[in-house]
Every structure is written in C-alpha cells, then in structure tokens.
C-alpha cells in the first residue's frame, strides 16, 4: 500500500470504527506511549537490559505499526500530506547530508 492509501484507509477506520479522532494533544500523548512502548521492546531485546518474560512475546512490528497509526491520524487531522511531506524531507535530507556521513570517520 501507499503513504497516501495508508491515510486514507486510516481515515476510513476512524469514521468507521474509531468514531472520530482524538484530538491532536491527546494523539500527541499516545504517540509518546506507543514510542516508549517500541524503545521497551528494543532496549531489552537489543540493548543491554535483560527482556522480562513478560516482554518475550511482545511484537516489535506491531508496537512499530502503532507508532505509524498515531502519526498517520496526526498528519490527517492536521492536513499533512505524508507522501509530500516525505519526499520534501528526503530531497532536504539529500542536501544537507550530501557529504557529511560519507566524511565521517565513525561510520567508516
């Protein structure tokens, strides 16, 4: 699926479903908790604290996907086109960055 089908079959499920959206502070709130949430997952299993049981079974795909619904309901509250918004990034990125991570002697 595309960026732009993705927001649209967002936007579709919280007429359907979700009933309307919440607002965008209280979004901003749960994007916070659904990122903490994939940071437990990856601090554990990758990083250097010991996974507890309980978190063994969690999936980091959908923990990942949670993070990815909650940013497309704020980008389709707020009226950003991701698919754009994501191609002005890259070509911003592009730039700024053309030389810089190739110079630098840590990725090397």
């Known amino acids: ?3 732009k089908e993705a927001q649209n079959i967002v936007d579709e499920w919280i007429e359907t479903v979700g009933v309307r959206y919440f607002s965008e502070l209280t979004n901003m709130a749960i994007l916070s908790e659904e990122v903490g949430e994939v940071a437990r997952i990856i ?17 980091l795909g959908d923990e990942i996907a949670d993070v990815l619904f909650v ?28 030389e810089r991570h190739k110079n630098n002697p840590k990725l090397k």
Not at 43 to 59: L, N, P, T, W
């Open 1 to 3: 699926m595309t960026i």
């Open 43 to 59: 601090a554990r299993r990758y990083g250097e604290q010991s996974e507890k049981e309980s978190d063994k079974q969690k999936d």
């Open 71 to 98: 940013l497309i309901c704020l980008a389709n509250q707020t009226g950003v086109d991701l698919t754009e918004a994501l191609k002005r990034n890259l070509e911003k990125k592009s730039i700024r960055d053309a």
